[in-house]
């Protein structure tokens, strides 16, 4: 956790600001849901607590903690109240291991009378992450993939035949998906050669620059990011996590025409809010995940980062204004795409589930596969 | 151990925070009154037909099964594309490309027979 006092709190201040950010966002979120979903079709959404209501979810949060304590007669009490509790869980892992900012040096300082320098002397290294694991992605695509585990002790807990029905398709739902999920990510790490979330960020920082036969042709003037070298695979990677988010339109599990509400028709209060929480928090490290694959991260284009003043100021205190212009830069993005969820949320109609599973299995995964091949072939003919 | 702790830390913290919440809720709210339609399991509103414990058919274990196989086809998938530039530019692009060449075609072989026998056809 770190080596000496300064960094073990330091990081796990770190931490629980992180898992902090991802149970504040919901308010936020839901409330941009329901005024953008308002905007999109023609009505008000909520306007009347507080200003543009924004203090809606706040009165809402207030609410479910009133509401009374409820246990379906033959539910199983461990899992249906293990649950939501789970449902947390792999947002909240997956995120804190993100860098959300490069890693900045703080030289060694004097505080309450005693100098940190760290082990070696030199000084700390701390970016804006939780934990720093060395194989980023194969950790989130592991932890992630524990959210059907919670859906499932949902669905059986509440033994109800629509929870159970809605939990056995979000877990079939799932595991489709994964697999084209995890090959879609292949291109990208050939392209990169490295699992680390840091050093694929650092790679994304040049200017555009393609490869032909050991020829390169530059592009000044936009960014080497992910997208412009693997296109498909951004195309594939941000499906398959809105069906791993169970997002519109692949919400299936909670087809509220067919299935009441899926997995939580038994729950209420604040058991159904944590759900949301889990499901805003998978949206949340999806969108952070695609900023980071092909957008750059915190990276912004070559000749725009030269015009910053940022750039010029010396010490501890550049480093931190640098790292937190990063941090924006990273976060405006991840604002972006979790918009861009909601917009498709509003846009596009649910699936069926038969053409669900055939476009995962039978589209999906075939494109994925060509993805792979396509990539190896450009690589091979870029390097020559 | 030392990179896991963070992690078990986390859990742990996230599980406390859940499970809190919960608690905190059970003990603001209402004092809890059974009555028969509130214990029915929630069919839309009408009385229900079905027993809440009757049975219902589990048919995507055939699909879970095929998703371990090609899973792990996919993880085997994740270290060659890691070395992939490595390789290229020792030279031995051409080798790197035949071996997993072969392994692509045993993954397509496998879905195309999957596709054929109808084992992912869902009704």
Same mark, same amino acid.
Request: with cysteine; hydrophobic share 55%.
């Given at each position: 956790?770190?080596?000496?006092?300064?960094?073990?709190?330091?990081?796990?201040?770190? *931490?629980?600001?992180?898992?902090?950010?991802?149970?504040?966002?919901?308010?936020?979120?839901?409330?941009?849901?329901?005024?953008?979903?308002?905007?999109?079709?023609?009505?008000?959404?909520?306007?009347?607590?507080?200003?543009?209501?924004?203090?809606?979810?706040?009165?809402?949060?207030?609410? #479910?903690?009133?509401?009374?304590?409820?246990?379906?007669?033959?539910?199983?009490?461990?899992?249906?109240?293990?649950?939501?509790?789970? %449902?947390?869980?792999?947002?909240?892992?997956?995120?804190?291991?993100?860098?959300?900012?490069?890693?900045?040096?703080?030289?060694?300082?004097?505080?309450?009378?005693?100098?940190?320098?760290?082990?070696?002397?030199?000084?700390?290294?701390?970016?804006?992450?939780?934990?720093?694991?060395?194989?980023?992605?194969?950790?989130?695509?592991?932890?992630?993939?524990?959210? %059907?585990?919670?859906?499932?002790? %949902?669905?059986?807990?509440?033994?109800?035949?629509?929870?159970? *029905?809605?939990?056995?398709?979000?877990?079939?739902?799932?595991?489709?998906?994964?697999?084209?999920?995890?090959?879609?990510?292949?291109?990208?790490?050939?392209?990169?050669?490295?699992?680390?979330?840091?050093?694929?960020?650092?790679?994304?920082?040049? %200017?555009?620059?393609?490869?032909? #036969?050991?020829?390169?042709?530059?592009?000044?003037?936009?960014?080497?990011?992910?997208?412009?070298?693997?296109?498909?695979?951004?195309?594939?990677?941000?499906?398959?996590?809105?069906?791993?988010?169970?997002?519109?339109?692949?919400?299936?599990?909670?087809?509220?025409?067919?299935?009441?509400?899926?997995?939580?028709?038994?729950?209420?209060?604040?058991? *159904?809010?944590?759900?949301?929480?889990?499901?805003?928090?998978? *949206?949340?490290?999806?969108?952070?995940?695609?900023?980071?694959?092909?957008?750059?991260?915190?990276?912004?284009?070559?000749?725009?980062?030269?015009?910053?003043?940022?750039?010029?100021?010396?010490?501890?205190?550049?480093?931190?204004? #640098?790292?937190?212009?990063?941090?924006?830069?990273?976060?405006?993005?991840?604002?972006?795409?979790?918009?861009? #969820?909601?917009?498709?949320?509003?846009?596009?109609?649910?699936?069926?589930?038969?053409?669900?599973?055939?476009?995962?299995?039978?589209?999906?995964?075939?494109?994925?596969?060509?993805?792979?091949?396509?990539?190896?072939?450009?690589?091979?003919?870029?390097?020559? | 151990?030392?990179?896991?702790?963070?992690?078990?830390?986390?859990?742990?913290?996230?599980?406390?925070?859940?499970?809190?919440?919960?608690?905190?809720?059970?003990?603001?709210?209402?004092?809890?009154?059974?009555?028969?339609?509130?214990?029915?399991?929630?069919?839309?509103?009408?009385?229900?037909?079905?027993?809440?414990?009757?049975?219902?058919?589990?048919?995507?274990?055939?699909?879970?099964?095929?998703?371990?196989?090609?899973?792990?086809?996919?993880?085997?998938?994740?270290?060659?594309?890691?070395?992939?530039?490595?390789?290229?530019?020792?030279?031995?692009?051409?080798?790197?490309?035949?071996?997993?060449?072969?392994?692509?075609?045993?993954?397509?072989?496998?879905?195309?027979?999957?596709?054929?026998?109808?084992?992912?056809?869902?009704?």
């Amino acid at each position: 956790m770190g080596a000496d006092k300064f960094e073990i709190s330091v990081n796990l201040i770190k *931490m629980a600001v992180i898992f902090l950010m991802m149970i504040q966002i919901v308010p936020i979120l839901v409330w941009v849901e329901r005024r953008g979903s308002a905007f999109i079709q023609n009505r008000f959404g909520p306007n009347r607590v507080g200003p543009l209501g924004l203090m809606q979810l706040l009165a809402d949060a207030v609410k #479910f903690l009133f509401k009374e304590e409820f246990l379906p007669k033959k539910g199983v009490a461990l899992l249906y109240y293990a649950a939501p509790v789970m %449902a947390l869980v792999p947002g909240a892992l997956a995120l804190a291991s993100l860098p959300l900012s490069p890693t900045i040096h703080i030289e060694p300082f004097h505080l309450f009378g005693q100098l940190w320098a760290g082990v070696d002397g030199k000084g700390y290294d701390f970016a804006f992450q939780g934990f720093s694991i060395n194989v980023g992605i194969v950790y989130v695509l592991g932890i992630s993939s524990l959210g %059907a585990y919670s859906l499932l002790m %949902a669905g059986w807990g509440s033994s109800n035949k629509y929870s159970l *029905m809605g939990a056995l398709r979000a877990s079939a739902q799932m595991i489709s998906y994964e697999l084209a999920l995890g090959l879609s990510l292949v291109g990208i790490l050939m392209i990169y050669g490295t699992l680390s979330f840091g050093d694929m960020m650092k790679m994304q920082e040049a %200017a555009l620059t393609y490869g032909f #036969f050991g020829q390169k042709f530059t592009i000044p003037f936009l960014p080497d990011w992910g997208i412009f070298h693997n296109p498909i695979g951004m195309l594939l990677f941000a499906s398959a996590s809105f069906a791993e988010c169970n997002r519109l339109p692949f919400d299936l599990p909670e087809a509220e025409g067919e299935l009441v509400a899926g997995f939580h028709t038994e729950y209420g209060g604040f058991k *159904m809010l944590l759900f949301y929480i889990g499901e805003y928090g998978h *949206m949340l490290v999806a969108s952070a995940l695609l900023a980071i694959f092909y957008f750059g991260g915190y990276n912004i284009p070559q000749w725009l980062m030269t015009l910053l003043p940022v750039n010029h100021i010396p010490g501890n205190l550049g480093a931190i204004l #640098f790292a937190l212009l990063a941090h924006v830069v990273l976060l405006t993005k991840i604002i972006f795409f979790l918009w861009v #969820f909601i917009w498709v949320r509003w846009t596009l109609p649910r699936f069926r589930y038969d053409q669900l599973m055939d476009l995962g299995w039978k589209t999906m995964l075939p494109w994925a596969l060509v993805n792979v091949i396509l990539t190896a072939l450009w690589i091979f003919c870029a390097q020559g | 151990m030392t990179s896991v702790l963070p992690v078990i830390v986390l859990f742990f913290l996230v599980v406390a925070f859940g499970a809190g919440i919960l608690f905190i809720a059970s003990f603001l709210g209402p004092k809890k009154s059974p009555n028969p339609a509130k214990d029915m399991p929630y069919e839309c509103g009408i009385p229900g037909t079905e027993a809440p414990d009757s049975k219902i058919n589990v048919k995507f274990y055939l699909t879970a099964i095929l998703f371990i196989i090609f899973d792990i086809e996919i993880i085997f998938m994740y270290p060659w594309a890691i070395t992939f530039l490595d390789y290229i530019k020792k030279g031995e692009g051409a080798y790197i490309m035949g071996a997993m060449g072969v392994f692509v075609l045993l993954f397509i072989f496998g879905l195309f027979w999957e596709v054929k026998s109808k084992a992912l056809d869902w009704d």
